[in-house]
């Protein structure tokens, strides 16, 4: 099967266009690697940590991501009742504009929103913690079009839909979940339904779909509590799908990587591997507890997997191919969230706040300077952390306590 023109038209057009410094989505873009493509950053902190730029304080409420984009800074955050789009000045943190999302997910665990937007072409995409998924332009915050997850046939996930849209060529992609169709997509620029997985029907749970181009077709990968699975983006057919019985709540984003997927999950789910052999055969490589990981996710480099897993209360390195643990530091960082850029992990401590720059190696743990978060909310729920996972975007570390958004210079020049 040949690619697809238009959608190799779509990219080449779309990696022209976008700075060197943007982070489109979640994790960064439809692969979803969470590595940042920035060069130049500062391989030691000062005591204390860097250098702070600025910090808002008002951005609502939730734990939103990043999005960055020629010079401005997109999340979401709720304020009162309603879950807002908002448009961070990138140089001075000063908003921009806020546009409604939709009502407030409440939650024992903290209101507002989970997921962070998506920016391409001009256009915003944002999901908030109801299902409301919502199109505006990235100049104003206008509203172009809307569309519910729970029209769609999806039930709002215990903690609230946590997904972050994914825009991949002309589509926009995600996971309303439930009897119509485990996952949907939508023309980006119009917001008309394309199509529905209906061979596909688990309920939504708290992943964000990965993109890859195999076997002759641009597959969408996500991950739920019972399965994992690839669909063709054409038309939401599904290409392969393995059992994957998660518990509680499935949360972290799936890995692809030269036909090999991985996932992972907490409440000593533990991770799984497979590859993606010829005509979508489908060959389990291993099965184990070796990287538990509950929500901050996992990243890829090298041929190894980094992050926290709750066996043995560790940061831990894997080898991908075999699943095997490399290296794990149990006392240096307790568990969080973990970004990689310039041949660093930013890693950020979910309890204390604290943040730890460490060598992104299969050598194992080797440190180059830690701060912690301050001030921090006094808005956050009892039984809430701070989750928000970090970004490195424009020589700028930006991170997040709930109202306050913090944005630290980290650049060397």
Not at 143 to 148: G, K, P
Not at 242 to 261: E, L, M, N, R, S
Not at 299 to 313: A, E, R, W
Not at 368 to 385: A, C, H, I, N
Request: glycine letters at 14%.
């Amino acid at each position: 099967m040949k690619p697809n023109p238009l959608h190799l038209a779509f990219l080449l057009s779309t990696a022209l266009s976008l700075h060197a410094a943007d982070w489109l989505t979640f994790r960064g873009g439809p692969e979803r690697t969470d590595i940042s493509g920035e060069t130049g950053l500062l391989k030691e902190w000062p005591a204390g940590g860097p250098k702070i730029v600025w910090l808002n304080k008002d951005a609502g409420l939730g734990y939103s991501g990043f999005a960055v984009v020629e010079g401005t800074v997109y999340t979401m955050g709720a304020r009162d009742a309603v879950e807002y789009l908002i448009a961070l000045d990138a140089a001075t943190g000063k908003e921009k504009w806020a546009a409604e999302v939709g009502a407030l997910l409440k939650n024992d665990w903290g209101n507002g929103p989970r997921g962070s937007p998506t920016v391409v072409g001009g256009k915003v995409y944002a999901m908030g913690g109801k299902g409301d998924l919502t199109c505006v332009n990235a100049a104003d915050g206008k509203e172009v079009w809307r569309a519910s997850m729970t029209a769609l046939g999806g039930s709002v996930p215990t903690w609230g839909y946590c997904e972050s849209p994914l825009v991949d060529g002309e589509l926009v992609v995600c996971t309303p979940g439930g009897g119509k169709g485990t996952m949907a997509a939508f023309d980006r620029n119009t917001g008309k339904q394309v199509w529905q997985s209906a061979e596909w029907t688990d309920n939504a749970h708290y992943s964000s779909i990965v993109a890859a181009t195999h076997n002759g077709a641009r597959q969408l990968i996500q991950l739920t509590k019972d399965n994992f699975a690839g669909v063709d983006s054409k038309n939401g057919k599904i290409l392969w799908k393995v059992a994957y019985p998660g518990k509680t709540a499935v949360i972290p984003t799936p890995i692809f990587h030269d036909g090999q997927v991985f996932v992972a999950a907490g409440y000593g789910v533990g991770c799984k591997s497979v590859r993606i052999g010829p005509n979508n055969e489908i060959e389990e490589l291993y099965a184990n507890t070796n990287m538990v990981n509950h929500h901050g996710g996992v990243i890829l480099v090298d041929g190894h997997v980094y992050g926290y897993s709750d066996t043995g209360k560790a940061w831990t390195c894997l080898n991908l191919k075999t699943g095997e643990v490399v290296w794990a530091e149990k006392k240096a960082l307790g568990k969080g969230a973990i970004h990689c850029a310039d041949g660093k992990f930013y890693l950020l401590e979910e309890s204390s706040g604290t943040v730890v720059l460490i060598d992104a190696s299969p050598s194992g743990w080797k440190e180059s300077g830690r701060f912690k978060l301050d001030p921090q909310t006094e808005q956050r729920s009892p039984k809430g952390k701070i989750w928000t996972h970090p970004v490195v975007s424009g020589g700028k570390l930006y991170l997040r306590d709930q109202e306050l958004v913090f944005c630290y210079d980290v650049s060397a020049k």
